[in-house]
């Protein structure tokens, strides 16, 4: 699985957009882009996933550019308790390459009032 | 549905003493997994189970031991505690391969120390 960059550290106000970048230049055709989130002292949380569309769901928007080569998770209105770190993680769409996963540092989001 | 389900939630072990660390989920989930986080780390995967009675070694698998005999429960047995098994250990499960959209669910881990 294609390896991904993330800046190790973001800010960002209550009420205002979160938008948190991930690079995986090495992604290939079949490799999906992962979200989950990291609250501290508790387990990852999934948040949304995609291929070359942009996703939304209740919790995010997901935006690929269009080369596929990086991606921008977008929280509309961060509050307090999305302060987190954020993994992005690419992976081929089969339920057997979750074992496959590449868990780095994420990006540790800190949501100030 | 409850989700993953570990226990217990924190447990101080001595050097040399053995324990299991449970893991359940109600979810129906055929993937089970078993992961590791030390302190400033990302995951680990110690070992994982596309089903009962299969289980397989992930990345880090040296000093553990996995058995999956129902779908629901996969427990992680540590034989032999050792300083550097203390981390936060987390289970997690995904739905099996007819399903496309498979991301982890994860349980809220268990602090072990080891002294």
């Known amino acids: 699985d294609a390896k991904t960059t993330q800046p190790p550290s973001m800010d960002c106000a209550e009420g205002r957009a979160a938008n948190l970048p991930c690079n995986h230049s090495t992604i290939s055709g079949n490799e999906y882009v992962y979200w989950y989130r990291q609250i501290h002292s508790q387990g990852p949380q999934y948040i949304i996933h995609?291929?070359?569309?942009?996703e939304t769901n209740e919790m995010a928007s997901l935006i690929i550019t269009e080369d596929r080569k990086s991606s921008t998770l977008i929280l509309p209105h961060a509050t307090l308790r999305d302060t987190a770190v954020y993994y992005c993680i690419v992976r081929v769409e089969h339920a057997g390459n979750n074992r496959k996963l590449i868990w780095g540092l994420g990006t540790s989001l800190a949501v100030n009032p | 549905n409850a989700g993953v389900t570990q226990t217990p939630k924190f447990r101080i072990l001595k050097i040399g003493q053995s324990m299991t660390l449970q893991c359940a989920q109600d979810?129906?989930?055929?993937?089970m997994y078993w992961y590791r986080q030390d302190p400033g780390m990302g995951l680990k995967l110690i070992y994982y189970?596309?089903?009962?009675?299969?289980?397989d070694k992930g990345e880090v698998p040296n000093g553990y031991n996995v058995s999956r005999s129902t779908t629901e429960d996969f427990p992680l047995r540590l034989e032999l505690a050792a300083p550097s098994q203390t981390s936060v250990y987390f289970c997690?499960?995904?739905?099996?391969?007819?399903?496309?959209?498979?991301?982890?669910?994860f349980g809220n881990g268990t602090r072990l120390t080891v002294t």
């Open positions: 189970s596309v089903g009962a009675g299969i289980t």
């Open positions: 997690a499960s995904s739905p099996g391969l007819s399903s496309y959209n498979s991301p982890l669910h």
């Open positions: 995609g291929l070359k569309n942009n």
């Open positions: 979810m129906n989930h055929n993937y």
